[in-house]
């Protein structure tokens, strides 16, 4: 089975503080992706790569930024916290769409 | 423009009666379609999909759910609910094969009522 990690499943940071959120995947997909999930908003697209060092930006990318250096990994950074990113993030993986995607157990971020 | 509705966002049954969770969407393509559950605190698993093959999809824990394309509909069910079922189930659609993207319903919470 496909596995994606995410490094830390809570996590509470200071306004102002850079964070970094890892995800790992072990099945060698090529598209990875970030949403945040929140109450009455569902889940919104952050960041998604199609392959190494490429991203694009999803539908509220603002405040955030990605990183992958390595087909498995997948970094969403948050420059600055801010309190209005207090959410619960989520990492997903696929090969191809027709699959689906495979979504890590989240990552709950509080933003005090 | 392209869509998908959730047209539920609770659905409380008794356990051991059956489950209908409605889905229904709107493009001028074929599209994947996905159902996800998700327990709370938890990622999201996915249940089955659709990529046109057989219209009636059968997934894990015994959900099925029948693609209609005359009534551009995707209704997840089965036949009786357990406690353990009690969730968030989310209809997923992908309207292109080659973007990789998603587009995520609203979610519909299911409780079950012992």
């Known amino acids: 089975d496909v596995k994606v990690t995410q490094s830390s499943r809570y996590l509470v940071k200071r306004t102002g503080e850079k964070v970094f959120l890892e995800c790992v995947q072990d099945?060698?997909?090529?598209?990875m992706f970030w949403y945040r999930q929140d109450p009455g908003l569902g889940l919104r697209l952050i960041y998604f790569?199609?392959?190494?060092?490429?991203?694009e930006k999803g539908d509220i990318p603002e405040g955030y930024s990605v990183s992958r250096e390595k087909k498995e990994r997948f970094s969403l950074i948050l420059e600055s916290a801010s309190t209005n990113q207090t959410s619960m993030y989520l990492c997903?993986?696929?090969?191809?769409?027709?699959?689906?995607?495979?979504f890590g157990s989240g990552t709950r971020l509080t933003v005090v | 423009a392209q869509s998908v509705t959730q047209l539920d966002s609770h659905v409380s049954v008794s356990e051991g009666t059956p489950v209908l969770l409605r889905c229904n969407y709107s493009?001028?393509?074929?599209?994947?379609l996905f159902w996800y559950v998700q327990h709370p605190n938890k990622g999201l698993q996915l249940l089955l999909k659709?990529?046109?093959?057989?219209?009636l999809v059968k997934g894990i824990n015994g959900f099925e759910a029948e693609f209609k394309k005359s009534e551009t509909s995707f209704h997840l069910t089965k036949p009786s609910a357990h406690m353990s079922d009690a969730a968030e189930y989310f209809c997923v659609v992908s309207f292109s094969s080659n973007t990789g993207k998603l587009i995520f319903g609203q979610g519909t919470t299911l409780q079950v009522k012992p």
């Open positions: 790569s199609y392959d190494v060092k490429m991203k």
């Open positions: 099945m060698d997909h090529e598209n």
């Open positions: 659709y990529t046109s093959a057989a219209t």
């Open positions: 493009s001028s393509y074929s599209p994947s």
């Open positions: 997903a993986s696929s090969l191809w769409t027709g699959d689906g995607y495979t």
